[in-house]
């Protein structure tokens, strides 16, 4: 894959991604510092995140009271908009990475921010988070846009990352899978370094990436060693800041610093992939949390045929995925269903669940350590 002036794969320097995530705590001069100093520190791209708050989360989830230590609202919904980016200092950081020769990412969560970014924005390649890999539709808007992508695929079976790979082949345009544990910070223990050449393998591709939130730089060393051709970091200014990211991102002396502790290597290559439906216990929070789920957009009658104009995509995952969903459009619902109702299996005519596909909640099999 290239992005500008920059190609991605065998024989070429690793590709390194700065995450600033909300670590500029919603302000622009944080954010244009960060960039400043991702650009001393080596960096190739910086990657922001952009989200439509008011319809991305179900209103319960949105209005939920959140008392985190890191919360900068008094509920969910109001700490994640005093984070988002605000559109006249985005277009500034955008025109100011690439001013600096940075490639600027974007990770988008739902299609409106797509459109917001294709209209405000000159982005280099997308980014599409773990929680999204099932969430087809938003591949192939991602995709339709032409330009690169990375997608993550964290708290996800096997079988989901080999689905939504060859999903992407599909839409015809360069992506980059990227290895991730939806786990932050990821424990030694939990960091299954030896699935990065797994997936090579079961993927028959010479490029791979790896999404590390792990606390040192270690973990993104061996996952270099192990055939990683991007490497993605959460990156700060100052681990001791408010805001949830910063304790497991690196400083700008860490980036600068590429050391390991090759006694560890060992214990940090840990497990690959044993059965190809198993989640980890550790992942599925995440899932549920960030996941999206099939949503009744407006009333629905007894035998009304399920078409995509019938159904939203919200957070958190309590019923069929978009994946999912693909195998009941086109089929009548079974009883009644109101707005905002989430969709599940029992809603249709057909009982039948779609094969090699599993709740956004933790009826998955859980793999065991061992």
């Given at each position: 894959m290239k992005i500008n002036e920059k190609t991605i794969g065998m024989g070429n320097p690793c590709y390194l991604i700065a995450e600033l995530s909300h670590n500029h705590q919603g302000e622009e001069i944080k954010a244009l510092e960060l960039i400043t100093r991702a650009r001393d520190c080596g960096f190739d791209a910086v990657k922001f995140q952009k989200r439509n708050n008011s319809t991305l989360f179900m209103p319960?989830?949105?209005?939920?009271?959140?008392?985190?230590?890191?919360?900068?609202?008094?509920?969910?919904?109001?700490?994640?908009?005093?984070?988002?980016?605000?559109?006249?200092?985005?277009?500034?950081?955008n025109a100011h990475a690439h001013r600096l020769g940075l490639?600027?990412?974007?990770?988008?969560?739902?299609?409106?921010?797509?459109?917001?970014?294709?209209?405000?924005?000159?982005?280099?390649?997308?980014?599409?988070?773990?929680?999204?890999?099932?969430?087809i539709p938003l591949?192939?808007?991602?995709?339709?846009?032409?330009?690169?992508?990375?997608?993550?695929?964290?708290?996800?079976?096997?079988?989901?990352?080999?689905?939504?790979?060859?999903c992407c082949l599909e839409q015809d345009t360069p992506f980059v899978l990227m290895y991730a544990i939806s786990s932050y910070p990821t424990p030694r223990e939990n960091l299954n370094l030896s699935r990065i050449p797994f997936l090579k393998k079961a993927l028959e591709?010479?490029?791979?990436?790896?999404?590390?939130?792990?606390?040192?730089?270690e973990?993104?060393?061996?996952?270099?060693?192990?055939?990683?051709?991007?490497?993605?970091?959460?990156f700060t200014l100052d681990k001791s800041q408010k805001g949830p990211d910063h304790k497991l991102s690196a400083t700008p002396d860490e980036i600068s610093v590429l050391v390991g502790e090759l006694s560890r290597i060992d214990q940090s290559?840990?497990?690959?992939?044993?059965?190809?439906?198993?989640?980890?216990?550790?992942?599925?929070?995440s899932r549920y949390k960030m996941g999206k789920c099939a949503v009744a957009k407006h009333n629905l009658e007894v035998n009304d045929v399920l078409t995509e104009s019938d159904v939203i995509y919200q957070?958190?995952?309590?019923?069929?995925?978009?994946?999912?969903?693909i195998s009941y459009l086109n089929k009548p619902v079974k009883n009644r269903v109101k707005a905002g109702e989430v969709l599940t299996a029992a809603c249709f005519q057909e009982q039948t669940t779609p094969v090699n596909q599993h709740s956004a909640q933790s009826n998955a099999p859980v793999a065991q350590s061992t």
């Open positions: 319960e989830f949105y209005q939920a009271e959140y008392t985190s230590a890191n919360s900068f609202g008094k509920t969910y919904g109001e700490h994640r908009d005093f984070l988002e980016p605000k559109k006249g200092w985005l277009v500034e950081c490639d600027f990412i974007m990770t988008v969560f739902d299609q409106e921010s797509l459109v917001f970014c294709e209209e405000h924005l000159k982005i280099d390649a997308y980014k599409i988070q773990s929680a999204d890999l099932t969430n591949i192939q808007a991602v995709a339709a846009t032409g330009k690169p992508y990375f997608i993550s695929c964290g708290a996800s079976s096997l079988n989901e990352i080999k689905e939504a790979y060859h591709t010479e490029v791979i990436g790896y999404s590390c939130h792990f606390l040192t730089n973990a993104s060393l061996l996952a270099r060693t192990l055939g990683a051709n991007v490497i993605e970091r959460h290559l840990g497990l690959t992939y044993h059965k190809p439906e198993e989640i980890e216990s550790y992942q599925l929070d957070s958190p995952a309590k019923g069929l995925t978009p994946l999912q969903l």
